[in-house]
């Protein structure tokens, strides 16, 4: 009975630190991916606005 619920808990403990390391990952992805489009639009944003005057 011991031996299952510690099978158990050990199982629960990984799988909630896959779920972390997963989340920690989408965070990075998202954070990365925001810094490198925003650095290639920044361009074609400023031509745009200095186009309608805005400034």
Not at 23 to 42: E, K, T
């Amino acid at each position: 009975m011991n031996i299952k619920l510690e099978e158990n808990c050990e199982r629960l403990k990984r799988e909630k630190l896959q779920k972390m390391k997963k989340r920690q990952d989408n965070i990075l992805y998202f954070v990365l991916n925001f810094l490198f489009f925003s650095i290639i639009a920044w361009p074609f944003l400023s031509l745009l606005l200095e186009e309608l005057g805005w400034y």
